[in-house]
């Protein structure tokens, strides 16, 4: 599912898009972020990484309404689309939508024996209609 605003919406509430486990977010705000001295996601080129802002600065930023931390973050999530738009692209070029999907959604849901979250229903029913089997 892919819906235009959501990068942009989710940085105005500080929330940060991520590889990893689901939902693939950040919260900014969470106090987990305030001494974490980490960039947003290493690797990431976006304004906010590259310039090496940390999640503990984003966070303090985003506390005291500070509207450069939501641009930051905004800037962050519309890379992260970006990067992950190119990944599937790519992916379809090279005839293997499939594996991509396959491994985006486990990363993402790694069910509850391994600490996260099963695959939703609705992701499986999206799949499927993609022929797209988790198998």
């Not at 590889?19 to 969470?30: H, Q």
Request: aromatic share 8%; with cysteine; glycine share 8%.
């Amino acid at each position: 599912m892919y819906d235009c605003v959501y990068p942009t919406r989710t940085a105005r509430f500080g929330v940060a898009l991520i590889d990893g486990e689901a939902p693939g977010t950040l919260r900014l705000k969470s106090h987990a972020c305030s001494e974490d001295y980490r960039v947003i996601m290493h690797g990431c080129k976006c304004m906010a990484c590259a310039g090496g802002y940390t999640r503990s600065r984003l966070h303090a930023m985003l506390k005291n309404d500070n509207p450069l931390a939501v641009s930051l973050v905004t800037h962050h999530n519309l890379a992260y689309m970006m990067a992950l738009n190119k990944r599937m692209r790519d992916a379809i070029k090279n005839d293997a939508y499939g594996d991509f999907a396959r491994s985006f959604v486990r990363d993402q849901y790694r069910g509850k024996d391994s600490g996260g979250q099963d695959v939703p229903k609705w992701v499986k029913d999206a799949l499927a209609a993609a022929e797209i089997s988790l198998d």
